[in-house]
């Protein structure tokens, strides 16, 4: 009768936990993230995006041009796309002009305005 070698199965569970704590630590870093971007918009000051906004409101207009509406965005989805045509995730020519031009400032200052508006 052979000995049972433990030495797998201990290392599977070792790298179970491994994986489990990466993991937390994973959706507390992104908490965080979240809490420290919602305290940014919180703090960002919406009469200087309005003031930005001016030109955006020639494309997005309340009603059916086909460009999509952004009054009433929500302010962190609003950071995550603007942030995504900035750096060419998001696919869209003029968007990347007009997002490429923008700082983070000047990004979440639009966020607070526009999220601020009733759609
Ligand atoms: C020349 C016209 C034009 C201007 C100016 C413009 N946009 Fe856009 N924007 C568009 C078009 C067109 C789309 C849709 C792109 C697509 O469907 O891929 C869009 C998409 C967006 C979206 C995504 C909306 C959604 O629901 O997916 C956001 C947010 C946005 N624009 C914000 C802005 C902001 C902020 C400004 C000003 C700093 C701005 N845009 C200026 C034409 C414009």
Do not use: W
Not at 5 to 25: E, G, K, Q, T
Not at 52 to 74: D, F, M, W, Y
């Amino acid at each position: 009768m052979g000995k049972i070698n433990l030495r797998p199965h201990i290392a599977r569970l070792v790298r179970l936990r491994v994986l489990a704590i990466a993991m937390m630590f994973g959706v507390i870093s992104n908490a965080v993230a979240q809490a420290d971007l919602a305290n940014k918009i919180a703090k960002a000051d919406i009469g200087y995006g309005e003031y930005l906004a001016g030109e955006c409101v020639t494309c997005h207009r309340k009603s059916g041009t086909g460009i999509p509406q952004i009054n009433g965005i929500e302010a962190e989805t609003f950071v995550t796309i603007m942030k995504a045509y900035r750096s060419k995730e998001l696919d869209n020519k003029v968007m990347q002009m007009v997002a490429g031009r923008l700082d983070n400032e000047q990004i979440l200052s639009l966020a607070a305005y526009f999220s601020s508006l009733p759609e």
